[in-house]
């Protein structure tokens, strides 16, 4: 049976390693206001693959000028399960193009690796989903659902509204979201806990205008120097974020060597690491708190004059089991509490995306790992916790609290979501496809 299914990917692989070049190509940074027609590009082409794999699509969204998820079904056999499959079409800003090695655009294979912003996040988690499709044809084994959401990678605003208008169509025993990844290269995970996110952009002003560093430096404050300040309150010295009142949650048991991290994190040489705990407690179930932009005058060019006002983005990572209404609360009273000096700030929220813990029992969960440990030739799935987010889960759950939720995707150690050089181990995502194939199997 499993050889069949084997096969039956070695077939399909050509087509779709084709079909997720072209998806690549799609320019769909949802951030950029300038890009949006490649999003409505990315969306339709989704529509398509599905739509030739006899899945009956539509295109949705919110409200006008929303941005556009594909929802869709294709019927199994009677009275089996309901499987809904999820990933994002849109990806992230690829940022400057003289850190690639290869354009980020045009999909490019080098030392077993397809190298293209999107060409895992989460085209590929798009493709597994179209391949398990491909492989199975009219024999279907269970009754496929879609949701593919093209605004995932912007904190998916009009998610909630989305699910609310499209309740019954997106109803579903199981739910496979295909965009987190796998420990190591031939060794698979599921993916059981993610933080949540509560992103706030802060303003601090010192002067109602600039003057003079020279005639008014030593009296007055400026806002540069004061805005630093308050982030430099945000951690103590050991590095744990200093926001009093947030969650944190128990050590993840798993190992994670540090000549690994080492090598997976980027760090450059000498940097120490930051925080107390285990690593993984430290990258899962402890929340991060991070600086991802700051609006400040440019060095060159920087004249003698105190700058009235700067702005900072404060990326805040929440522990699995903490809220995002208590992470904002407790980091908004913080940084009131520290601003020095009688400086005015003010702050504004971004978005926010509540944490996921995942309950990892039971039947669906039973098949998963069955197809999981087929699928890597013998070698069982770790339970592992991620750092990053996808607020779609809570979302989900919160819609249909008896689904269950499996967390997969095509992520190694060295994809380098978000980062130049961004890339998908060929071999890896070949056996992704077969244990999706061999999931449905399995569920059905
Ligand atoms: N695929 C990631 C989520 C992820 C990150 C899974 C790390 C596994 C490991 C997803 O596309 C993502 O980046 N999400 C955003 C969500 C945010 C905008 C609410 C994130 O985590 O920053
Ligand atoms: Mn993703």
Request: glycine residues 10%.
């Amino acid at each position: 049976m499993s050889n069949e299914l084997r096969s039956k990917v070695q077939a399909v692989l050509p087509s779709v390693r084709k079909d997720l070049e072209d998806l690549v190509r799609i320019q769909s940074v949802s951030a950029d206001p300038d890009r949006l027609s490649e999003v409505e590009r990315s969306a339709q082409r989704t529509a398509e693959l599905f739509a030739a794999e006899g899945v009956d699509v539509e295109i949705v969204r919110a409200y006008d000028g929303a941005p556009p998820a594909v929802i869709g079904e294709k019927k199994g056999p009677e009275g089996a399960p309901t499987v809904l499959l999820y990933a994002h079409h849109d990806v992230q800003p690829e940022n400057d193009h003289a850190d690639w090695d290869s354009p980020p655009w045009e999909p490019t294979e080098r030392d077993g690796r397809l190298y293209g912003r999107g060409a895992a996040d989460d085209k590929a988690g798009i493709m597994a989903h179209v391949a398990a499709l491909r492989i199975f044809g009219d024999d279907l084994p269970v009754t496929v659902r879609l949701f593919i959401e093209g605004e995932e990678e912007v904190g998916s605003d009009t998610l909630v509204e989305l699910l609310g208008q499209h309740q019954e169509r997106l109803a579903a025993d199981v739910i496979v979201i295909a965009d987190s990844g796998n420990w190591d290269i031939g060794v698979p995970a599921l993916t059981t806990s993610l933080r949540g996110l509560v992103r706030v952009d802060i303003e601090v002003r010192t002067l109602t205008h600039a003057v003079h560093s020279g005639m008014w430096g030593g009296l007055v404050p400026d806002s540069l120097m004061t805005l630093a300040r308050v982030i430099a309150s945000l951690h103590d010295d050991a590095g744990d974020v200093a926001v009093e009142g947030l969650h944190r949650g128990p050590a993840a048991d798993v190992d994670y060597p540090e000549e690994r991290l080492r090598a997976e994190s980027g760090a450059a040489p000498g940097i120490e690491w930051i925080g107390t705990g285990s690593s993984v407690e430290r990258l899962w179930t402890k929340p991060s708190l991070s600086i991802t932009g700051l609006d400040a005058p440019k060095v060159a060019g920087a004249s003698n004059t105190l700058v009235p006002a700067a702005r900072a983005r404060i990326s805040l990572r929440v522990a699995p089991g903490d809220t995002t209404e208590n992470a904002l609360a407790c980091l908004v009273r913080h940084l009131e509490s520290h601003v020095p000096w009688g400086a005015t700030l003010t702050h504004t929220v971004v978005d926010t995306g509540e944490a996921t813990q995942i309950d990892a029992t039971g039947p669906a969960y039973d098949a998963a790992r069955a197809a999981f440990t087929e699928a890597w030739d013998g070698t069982a799935p770790v339970d592992m916790g991620v750092g990053g987010s996808i607020p779609f889960i809570a979302e989900f759950l919160e819609a249909f609290p008896q689904a269950s939720v499996l967390v997969t995707g095509v992520e190694d150690p060295d994809t380098r979501a978000h980062g130049a050089n961004e890339g998908l181990h060929l071999a890896e995502f070949e056996r992704v496809v077969l244990a999706e194939a061999l999931l449905l199997r399995n569920l059905g």
